[in-house]
């Protein structure tokens, strides 16, 4: 479900907050600082590229994950007291963790970039076309591709994906 312009909370059920606790409390070096951020004072930015995801442990004692505009990015709680953020979207976000009485525990600036220093675009009049070329130039759709491109090489990425599922 995207809200625009409101926070989205991911709420975890009680298994997975024991299995939080204990992996984050074994846990010696937190990618997200369990200091909460109004007292650190800083904003730890947590950068990811475009189809790509990114493991992040949770602070001790998160009871929710609230991601600030999914369309850029999502993230899936697990068991294990991680979380796994993944990138939808070019663009900046923030990520929020939460204890049970709603304190913040703490808060990251989420990136989106592009990823791929081997992509070449091709631009002709008004329409962008995009190439992974390492070693051979293939179609690479990215963001901001011409609709007709974009289109016709997602649907035959489809089709062909669509033939190597077992029947």
């Known amino acids: 479900m995207i809200s625009h312009g409101r926070l989205h909370p991911r709420r975890l059920t009680r298994p997975v907050l024991i299995a939080t606790a204990v992996a984050a409390s074994l846990s010696v070096g937190l990618v997200l600082s369990t200091i909460p951020a109004s007292a650190a004072g800083e904003v730890e930015t947590v950068t990811v590229n475009l189809d790509h995801a990114r493991v992040i442990r949770l602070p001790e004692k998160t009871q929710t994950v609230v991601i600030g505009n999914p369309i850029i990015a999502d993230v899936a709680v697990q068991k294990n007291g ?42 002709r009049g ?22 007709k491109f974009f289109s016709e090489t997602g649907s035959q990425t489809t089709v062909r994906n669509s033939l190597a599922v077992p029947k």
Do not use: H, W
């Open 126 to 147: 008004m329409d962008r076309e995009s190439y992974a070329c390492a070693p051979a130039c293939q179609p690479a759709i990215q963001l901001g591709d011409s609709t």
């Open 82 to 123: 991680v979380m796994i953020v993944t990138a939808k979207s070019f663009g900046e976000t923030n990520l929020i963790a939460l204890d049970s009485g709603g304190n913040l525990l703490a808060e990251s600036r989420v990136v989106v970039r592009a990823g791929r220093d081997s992509v070449v675009t091709v631009q």
